[in-house]
Structure formats: structure tokens, C-alpha cells
């Protein structure tokens, strides 16, 4: 019988934080590839506003710490690093695909639109790009897709960091356009009062409209598909919204 009569406490694993490297960025410099760039998406779940694809460009000599993957890190975490990871990368854009682009094209296609604006912006020439996830949003012959590559590439983390920041910029600036909303706290995304003001007053013109989420959710019908003109009951049974 042990003395201390009692069960043992089950062991309990600590969490490893797994911090972004430059592992893979050093294998393809290694290997003759100049131009590495990173790019994350962020707003792809979002009801309201662009889809943002960040691209960045990082040096092999200089290093920013406490870079994480944007979900990783509170708003003022990443508005606080947003201006040292700019300068630290050699080049740096963040495209942007409108809410009429996301109905008009599809998510999918709006996502490559905003993907193919930010390596335009960057006016540099790729040798290889590291990409987020397991859907390759770019359709490059050199691109390379990273299962949590925002949480373990530290150059798909730095685009993380300034895509989500460069639209949460956005969001907020569309705010005092569109009272009620929230737009600077939930930046578009799904939350309750989101929900409830779309139900008040319907959507805003940087709602997407063709969403399949939105089926149900307020009116029972999608609101418009492009190409089609189409009355859609509200609330008031007005036929027409706010905003």
C-alpha cells in the first residue's frame, strides 16, 4: 500500500512552441535559387471585405525575432512587428482581391487574382515560391507548397504577419463607412453582432454576396449571383439595404 494512498497524477506533455526557421530558405539559396519569396493568405473565411495574399522577400544576413505565424499573435503583437518586418525584407507587397472579385470569380480564383497582384507588386523575379497549406494559389512551375508552413517557414510567416495587418488596416479603415458593423473589431470576419447587423440592416457594398454561407443564414436565398438581376427579400420586406 504507498503512503500516499492517492493515485498517481497522470503525465501531462508541455507544448512544444515550434518558432518559423530559415531552413528552407537556406536549402534553396544553397541551391543556386537568389529569390525566395513567401506568401501567406489571409480573409479567404471572411463575409466582408478583399482577400489579401501577402508576399515577402527575406535576406540571409539579417534576422527579426519573435515572428510567428499572424494567427499566433494578438493585434497589437503584430501592428507592433508590422513595421520592422517591412524593413527588414528585401522586397514586400500584399495583393488584394475585391468582395465583387471574390463573387465575380469564385474564392479560388480571387485568391490566385490577389496572389498574382502581390508578386507583381513585388518587382522582383521569383526563383521559388513557398506557399501556405496544401492548394497551390500561385500555379507556378517553381512554387512549393508547406503543410503549416505559416507556423514553421519564416518566410511565409513575415507575409503572414504583413497580409494580416495590411487588411486589418483596411477593415478598420472601412469602418466609419459602414456604422454598426464592427468593422474594427471583427474585420469581416463571422462573429454574433456581425450576424446580427446583417440581419438589421443587410449587407454593405464590400459584403460578398455569393457566398454560400449566406444562404440561410439571414434571408434564405443569396442575395445576387454576377449576371443575374435578382430582387432578394430583407427583413422589412423591402427588397433593398442599407449601406
Known sequence: MGSSG???RPVVARRRHVVPSLRIE????????????????????????????GAAVLP???????????????????????DR???????????????????????????????GRALAALAVEPDHVLIDGRWDFVGAPNTRRIVKGDATC???AAASVLAKVTRDRVMR??????????????????CPRHKMSLRAWGPTSIHRRSWVFMDHLIWGSRYRRPG??????FPDGSGSAAG
Open 85 to 115: 518586418v517591412a524593413a527588414w525584407c528585401e522586397a514586400w507587397a500584399v495583393g488584394h482581391a475585391s468582395a465583387d472579385e471574390c463573387d465575380e470569380l469564385g474564392m479560388s480564383q480571387a485568391q490566385r487574382l490577389a496572389a
Open 154 to 156: 519564416l518566410s511565409i
Open 6 to 8: 492517492g493515485r498517481k
Open 173 to 190: 479603415g472601412e469602418a466609419p463607412h459602414f456604422p454598426g458593423y464592427d468593422f474594427e473589431l471583427n474585420k469581416g470576419y463571422p
Open 26 to 53: 537556406r536549402d534553396l539559396w544553397d541551391g543556386g535559387h537568389e529569390v525566395v519569396v513567401g506568401m501567406d493568405e489571409v480573409g479567404r473565411g471572411a463575409w466582408a471585405g478583399p482577400i489579401s495574399v
Open 228 to 233: 443575374m438581376d435578382v430582387e432578394l427579400p
Open 60 to 82: 540571409r544576413n539579417r534576422r527579426v525575432y519573435k515572428v510567428r505565424d499572424s494567427k499566433m499573435l494578438t493585434e497589437p503583437e503584430r501592428e507592433a512587428l508590422f
